[in-house]
């Protein structure tokens, strides 16, 4: 199968770009690289274009032989209060003249309430524009992002994890909008594992239905690839296992006790699988994890990497 985690995530900076993306490139995942504004900027000052145009220019050579996309993570309207167009306007139209993928947070709580229209009526939104989270969206909001044209991502576990409230999942498909899935950041959901976010949306989907059967397993398993792919607008090239198609895709082991006995494939991928129950994975014909085990990290590097920036973190900031 195929596996696809629909989200985009803004960077902070031209130095924490590069360094996103040359560790993107080191792993060798498939990924959209979306080039936000720079942390600490007030919400009264646009962003400085110069960085994502200069990624723009010279993208072919950072794009590690077309595995990364490069877009842009606006701003918005939106944000601790209303930003003013001076401020929201330069940045959206310079992602449009560049040709770049939008995404944004918008009506990211149940509280956020009418953020969606005023983009509708804005005209900032679109095929090229793809929606985060839109929980608080009213009816009259869902038709104006499907007429719209645009997609969505939500990330159940961490909406519920901090308090924004359910995914709107069943409303958006009765109107054929495109949605994918998302883990959001392990830093609040505890880890990377879609497999649960998965099966989270599909137990959500139920209970609010008050019905085991309102959202099948199969279907849950497609937020996660086809859906997935659709939702960033890569569903020509990935998302399914066909003909033409990149190779892109992960093989499951049936053998480990919790994936024993297989009934039916969709329900049992849903309900059981884990990551470590994920054999091997390749990306663009090439295999990045084999046997259980990865291949393009040095797994005991990361963790120490990792440990050390917690420790130096910790030493700058006093922290206890």
Same mark, same amino acid.
């Given at each position: 199968?195929?596996?696809?985690?629909?989200?985009?995530?803004?960077?902070?900076?031209?130095?924490?770009?590069?360094?996103?993306?040359?560790?993107?490139?080191?792993?060798?995942?498939?990924?959209?690289?979306?080039?936000?504004?720079?942390?600490?900027?007030?919400?009264?000052?646009?962003?400085?274009?110069?960085?994502?145009? #200069?990624?723009?220019?010279?993208?072919?050579?950072?794009?590690?032989?077309?595995?990364?996309?490069?877009?842009?993570?606006?701003?918005?309207?939106?944000?601790?209060?209303?930003?003013?167009?001076?401020?929201?306007?330069?940045?959206?139209?310079?992602?449009?003249?560049?040709?770049?993928?939008?995404?944004?947070?918008?009506?990211?709580?149940?509280?956020?309430?009418?953020?969606?229209?005023?983009?509708?009526?804005?005209?900032?939104?679109?095929?090229?524009?793809?929606?985060?989270?839109?929980?608080?969206?009213?009816?009259?909001?869902?038709?104006?992002i499907k007429e719209a044209g645009c997609a969505v991502s939500v990330s159940p576990a961490s909406e519920l994890r901090i308090g924004y409230g359910?995914?709107?999942?069943?409303?958006?498909?009765?109107?054929?909008?495109?949605?994918?899935?998302?883990?959001?950041?392990?830093?609040?959901?505890?880890?990377?594992?879609?497999?649960?976010?998965?099966?989270?949306?599909?137990?959500?989907?139920?209970?609010?239905?008050?019905?085991?059967?309102?959202?099948?397993?199969?279907?849950?398993?497609?937020?996660?690839?086809?859906?997935?792919?659709?939702?960033?607008?890569?569903?020509?090239?990935?998302? #399914?296992?066909?003909?033409?198609?990149?190779?892109?895709?992960?093989?499951?082991?049936?053998n480990a006790l919790n994936m024993a006995v297989v009934t039916d494939p969709a329900h049992l991928v849903l309900e059981a699988t884990g990551p470590?129950?994920?054999?091997?994975?390749?990306?663009?014909?090439?295999?990045l994890k084999r046997g259980g085990k990865l291949t393009a990290l040095d797994t005991a590097k990361v963790i120490a990497e990792a440990r050390a920036?917690?420790?130096?973190?910790?030493?700058?900031?006093?922290?206890?």
């Amino acid at each position: 199968m195929t596996f696809v985690h629909s989200w985009c995530h803004n960077v902070r900076s031209t130095a924490h770009a590069e360094a996103d993306i040359r560790a993107l490139a080191e792993v060798g995942i498939r990924a959209r690289h979306s080039c936000g504004w720079p942390q600490g900027l007030p919400d009264t000052q646009p962003a400085d274009q110069g960085p994502i145009d #200069s990624l723009a220019r010279d993208w072919k050579s950072w794009s590690n032989e077309g595995l990364i996309t490069l877009g842009m993570a606006w701003r918005g309207q939106f944000r601790a209060g209303a930003i003013k167009p001076e401020v929201y306007q330069p940045e959206f139209d310079n992602a449009r003249k560049l040709g770049l993928p939008i995404t944004v947070h918008v009506a990211s709580a149940r509280k956020a309430v009418n953020q969606i229209a005023p983009l509708y009526e804005a005209k900032l939104m679109g095929k090229d524009v793809q929606l985060i989270h839109t929980l608080s969206a009213n009816a009259a909001e869902l038709d104006m992002i499907k007429e719209a044209g645009c997609a969505v991502s939500v990330s159940p576990a961490s909406e519920l994890r901090i308090g924004y409230g359910f995914a709107q999942i069943s409303e958006m498909l009765a109107r054929g909008i495109p949605l994918g899935i998302s883990v959001d950041t392990a830093a609040l959901t505890g880890s990377a594992n879609l497999f649960g976010v998965l099966k989270l949306a599909r137990d959500c989907e139920n209970a609010r239905a008050e019905s085991e059967f309102k959202m099948t397993a199969r279907k849950a398993l497609e937020f996660g690839t086809i859906e997935g792919a659709r939702s960033l607008a890569m569903d020509d090239r990935i998302g #399914s296992l066909r003909p033409g198609k990149r190779a892109d895709l992960i093989a499951i082991s049936p053998n480990a006790l919790n994936m024993a006995v297989v009934t039916d494939p969709a329900h049992l991928v849903l309900e059981a699988t884990g990551p470590e129950n994920v054999d091997t994975v390749v990306v663009d014909g090439r295999i990045l994890k084999r046997g259980g085990k990865l291949t393009a990290l040095d797994t005991a590097k990361v963790i120490a990497e990792a440990r050390a920036a917690l420790a130096g973190l910790r030493a700058r900031t006093k922290w206890r």
